[in-house]
Every structure is written in structure tokens, then in C-alpha cells.
């Protein structure tokens, strides 16, 4: 073990929950669920693999919200039901007997649906066909459908799952809900310039764009009330367009996480592609920008591999906690295999691949443990 203490293994409140360190596991869609949305065998270990590693927190994949138009991918679970609530309790109850917290991602899929097991593929701010392709790590092929405009009715009915998907979260003993509204999924697509061309109160200029997150928010808020974690997540890139950017830049920044903080979110979670470069030209980074014009906690994430890394954002007040993804997928036991100075393991493509993959991953997440 070693002597000197860095600031990454200092403990953090997030309002009324202390994290034992700043150390987070990054939402990572594994699609190991059930058809039925339930959780699939292997999510338990996989899930108390890091808490048992040493991680403060770990935020989940990305959950569907409802079983109108949210679900992503095939083998994608969701927080609609009792069934699958009771699944999640199973992994939510392992990762607390070691000690560890977990909050659920919240996500509906929009435009970037590539399988609805419940209805056709979904709806979207605008009817414009998506950029890229689906995702074939995920079973998808080719191009992306054009989406349906979405009415007014069917906004409602998006935050309404939302609503719904928190208050069985809370039900399914997570400390927290992480509201997904980066990468490009629905929430992006309003916010985003070209996929939301609506002229009505959810389109037009930022504050209009901004509307579904904080009506969501202030709803989830309204249901599980104060006793629970809310956060969100904001990236700029997009699975299918990783080299978007705000069109205005720093005044964007500020308009958004000053008006997603009066929501009252508990937390913030930037991602871009490296967490400490410029988010603009000459700019602080994203993180540091949701830390300035936030004024709430804020998670980290990209590129963060090395305990150097970490400590560095943590240090230079860039951010409160850094997320991992691949070095978490890559060792599950990151916080403890720094501590005791064990070497890292690198990252290697073929963990993306969740299903082929699985059986190996899971005698992996034990073996390294
Ligand atoms: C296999 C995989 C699955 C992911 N799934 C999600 C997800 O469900 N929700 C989300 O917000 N981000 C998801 N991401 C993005 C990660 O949370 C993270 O932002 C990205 O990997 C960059 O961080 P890193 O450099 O630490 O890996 C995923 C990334 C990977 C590699």
C-alpha cells in the first residue's frame, strides 16, 4: 500500500451521500440483459466486480425508460416493471453489502433506436434521419430509420417514463439517477442544432432546447424527493458524431449548466473525449465549465487511464470525481490495483464486444479480483 494519500482516495459528499474516493465507473451499456428487459446472469458479478475493486461509485449502462419508443438495443434493460425491478435489486443489494453506491442511467434512445422489443422504432425531436450508422457491436445494420416528430403528447409521455423509471429506481434500492442526456441520444437530439428543427417551445433558440431536460428534471424531483441523488449527463460529441461542438461555445456552456443547476440536479457528469482538453478553442474544459457555471458537483470523464490523470483534474479543481470507462472495463479493480501499486491492464477491443465476449469477461472480472 502506499504512503502518500492522493487526492483521488479523499472521500466526496454528493449532497447527503459520501463517496470513500472520487473514483467513478462511467455508464458502459454491456447489453447483457434479458429479452424482457430484466437483468441478465452475469450483471451481478460484473456489477459488484467493482465495488468490490475499490470504486466510490458506479453509475449503471444506460436503462430504458418506458416501453412506448426509449429502448436502445436488444438485450437492453429497462426500469418499467416489477420483474425488472426486482432484478436490479439483486445487483443493487451486491454492490451495497461491499460497501459500494450505484445510480441507475437513465436513457431514452430517440432517434438512435436500433431495436424496440414494445413498438416501432422511436420518436424524436424532428423527423430527420440520424447520422451514421446503428451500431453493429450492438446488432445493428445500416442506416438509421428516419424518427417520427414527436407531439407535445408524445414529450409528455417521455418525461412521464422518466418519472416512472426514478421512482422504480429508487424502488430497486439505487442511490441515485443519472438523467442520460449526452452522446446523442433523445435528450442530445433536442439540445443538438441540426436534429431538433422544431418551431414550437421545444426548438429554436438554447433555452427552448433545454426545455425537456429541466422538465424532466423538476418532475424526477417532484416523485422520489429529496432523499435521492439526481445528476446529469452532458457531452458535446455523439456516438454518431463525435465531432459536434456547442455552436456558441462558452455562452452555451453557461446558459446550460447555469439553467440545468436551478433545476436543482445534485450532480453534473461531463464526457468528451479527453475530460482535461479545451472544450473550445482557448476554453477551459467542459468539466471545469459545469464546475464554474454550475456550481455543483461535478463527475468527469474521457481518456482518464492513469492515477496521474485522475489526480490532476481533481487537483486543479476541473472536477470533484473522474469517471472511467475502458480502464474500468479493463480493471475492474482500478482504485485498489493503484493503491497497492499493482500494474494496470491496458484496454483491449475485444471487451467492447459485450455477448461474444461474456463468458470470458466475467471469468476475467473474477480472476482479477
Ligand atoms: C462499451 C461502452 C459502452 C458505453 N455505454 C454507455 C452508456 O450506456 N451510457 C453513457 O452515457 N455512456 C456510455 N459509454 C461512454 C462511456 O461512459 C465513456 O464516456 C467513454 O467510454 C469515454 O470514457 P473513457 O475514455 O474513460 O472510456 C460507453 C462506452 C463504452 C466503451
Known amino acids: 500500500m502506499k504512503d502518500n494519500i492522493s487526492t483521488i482516495f479523499s472521500s466526496y459528499n454528493i449532497r ?25 446472469p452475469l450483471m451481478k458479478d460484473y456489477y459488484q466486480s467493482f465495488a468490490q475493486g475499490g470504486f466510490g461509485l458506479i453509475i449503471t449502462e444506460g436503462i430504458y425508460t418506458d416501453k412506448r419508443y ?102 430497486a434500492g439505487f442511490d441515485g439517477v443519472e438523467i442520460h442526456g449526452a452522446n446523442g441520444y433523445l435528450l442530445d437530439q433536442f439540445l443538438t442544432v441540426y436534429s431538433n428543427k422544431r418551431t414550437d417551445e421545444y426548438g429554436g433558440e438554447l433555452a427552448n432546447r433545454l426545455r425537456i431536460y429541466q422538465e424532466i428534471i423538476t418532475a424526477v424531483r417532484a416523485a422520489v424527493g429529496s432523499s435521492m441523488i439526481i445528476g446529469v449527463r452532458f457531452s458535446q460529441g455523439k456516438v454518431n458524431d463525435t465531432e459536434y461542438k456547442w455552436p456558441k461555445q462558452t455562452a452555451d456552456a453557461k446558459y446550460t449548466f447555469e439553467s440545468i443547476s436551478r433545476c436543482g440536479v445534485d450532480y453534473i457528469h461531463t464526457t468528451e473525449y479527453i475530460a482535461k482538453a479545451p472544450a473550445f478553442k ?75 465476449d461474456l463468458k470470458t469477461a466475467n471469468a476475467y472480472f473474477k480472476q482479477t479480483l
Open 16 to 40: 447527503n451521500i459520501t463517496l470513500k474516493n472520487r473514483l467513478a465507473v462511467a455508464p458502459l451499456t454491456r447489453v447483457s440483459g434479458n429479452e424482457d428487459g430484466t437483468t441478465g
Open 70 to 171: 426509449s429502448q436502445c438495443y436488444k438485450f437492453q434493460t429497462g426500469l418499467t416493471d416489477e420483474k425488472q425491478v426486482s432484478s436490479w435489486k439483486t445487483i443493487t443489494d451486491a454492490v451495497h453489502s461491499c460497501g459500494g453506491l450505484i445510480f441507475a442511467q437513465l436513457m431514452h434512445a430517440g432517434a438512435l433506436s436500433q431495436y424496440n422489443k414494445y413498438s416501432g422504432h422511436g420518436g424524436a425531436p424532428s423527423a430527420i434521419k440520424p447520422l451514421g450508422e446503428e451500431m453493429k457491436l450492438y446488432y445493428g445494420k445500416g442506416d438509421y430509420e428516419v424518427p417520427k416528430e414527436m407531439s407535445t403528447e408524445d414529450i409528455k409521455c417521455v418525461v412521464k417514463g422518466f418519472v416512472n423509471a426514478a421512482i422504480l429506481a429508487k424502488e
Open 282 to 356: 482557448d476554453s477551459l474544459p467542459l468539466a471545469e465549465l459545469a464546475k464554474e457555471y454550475g456550481k455543483v458537483p461535478v463527475i468527469a470523464n474521457g481518456g482518464i487511464t492513469h492515477e496521474n490523470d485522475a489526480n490532476c483534474l481533481i487537483d486543479a479543481k476541473q472536477a470533484d470525481i473522474v469517471s472511467l470507462g475502458k480502464a474500468a472495463l479493463a480493471n475492474p479493480n482500478w482504485p485498489n490495483a493503484v493503491q497497492t501499486q499493482q500494474q494496470l491492464k491496458a484496454f483491449n477491443a475485444e471487451m467492447f464486444n459485450p455477448i461474444a
